[in-house]
């Protein structure tokens, strides 16, 4: 065994196909490959999956934004979280090497995520980054293209979309699942480096604002008489119902009780308001 933490030893590795490795505790090791064009090395994990009764790999990257006294720090504690994700059976046999593949996988029965990803990150440059390369700012960069990406509020009679300018409380919600997806496999960076790509999804302050807008019933009729008659039920529905647009978009006939005569979905909203 080699002690990696000592950058001198480290640096007089010679290159090799096998890491040189470190054991860290029982049945976790941190590996060294020292790069054969003399560049900066990559870091290997190796943690004993105790069902498999097997040893399971990742290739940590080579943490070159990091000096080179703090790489072993930083690579040691990813091995450590790819070693407990390996004890708690959280690491599968899929392949995972992009922020794609990541966001496919966190996604995989989460339907509004998937079509959040569709629309947001699958057709971006962002995809195709390798997770041991992606850095704050690639984040960064994604970022300022969702922030100036105006959102879609709906579609004309022609099909021609009609779209406003996308609100603060729209840019945390696509960057809250990016950043939940990549943390499922992603050790944090260190705090002001560029492999801190946590950083640059951090949440708009005040972002949500509170709705105060109010129509009375002369402005919901007047409302009713000049939406399209194929509209109308739907509009009508929410000026009956305490509801959101997708809550009412999302009712069946099987939602409709007629004993009591109401829904099931509104006597849930009212349960759980009474409750709180």
């Known amino acids: 065994m080699t002690d990696l933490s000592k950058v001198g030893q ?17 049945g976790c090791y941190l590996g060294y490959r020292p790069s054969s064009k003399g560049g900066t090395g990559t870091w290997i994990a190796r943690a004993y999956a105790e069902e498999l009764r097997a040893y399971r790999w990742r290739s940590l990257g080579s943490f070159a ?24 059976g959280n690491v599968s046999d899929e392949k995972i090497e992009t922020v794609e593949d990541a966001c496919r996988r966190f996604a995989k029965d989460r ?6 990803f569709r629309r947001h990150i699958y057709s971006d ?41 996308r609100s603060p409380a729209t840019v945390n919600r696509d960057m809250a699942v990016l950043r939940t ?3 499922a496999v992603l050790a944090l960076g260190a705090p002001n480096t560029e492999s801190a790509w946590q950083e640059a999804l951090k949440p708009i302050k005040n972002a949500v604002r509170r709705r105060t ?28 119902l305490p509801l959101r647009p997708g809550a009412v978009a999302s009712l069946t006939v099987a939602d409709w009780d007629s004993g009591p005569r109401s829904s099931r979905l509104e006597r849930t ?8």
């Open 10 to 26: 480290r640096e007089a590795l010679r290159a090799r196909r096998e890491p040189h490795w470190h054991r860290l505790r029982p």
């Open 65 to 88: 934004d990091h000096s080179s006294r703090d790489r072993f720090g930083a690579a040691k504690e990813s091995a450590e979280k790819f070693a407990s994700d390996v004890e708690r």
């Open 111 to 116: 339907k509004d995520d998937q079509a959040r």
């Open 125 to 165: 440059p962002i995809a195709k980054i390798k997770l041991a390369k992606l850095r704050r700012s690639h984040v960064a960069a994604w970022r300022a293209r969702i922030e100036q990406k105006p959102a879609l509020v709906t579609r004309g009679k022609k099909g021609r979309p009609v779209t406003r300018p």
């Open 181 to 183: 997806a990549l943390g």
């Open 213 to 240: 807008l109010y129509l009375d019933r002369e402005q919901r009729r007047a409302l009713l008489n000049a939406v399209d008659a194929q509209a109308e039920p739907f509009v009508r529905a929410l000026c009956l």
């Open 269 to 276: 909203r009212l349960a759980r308001a009474a409750g709180s």
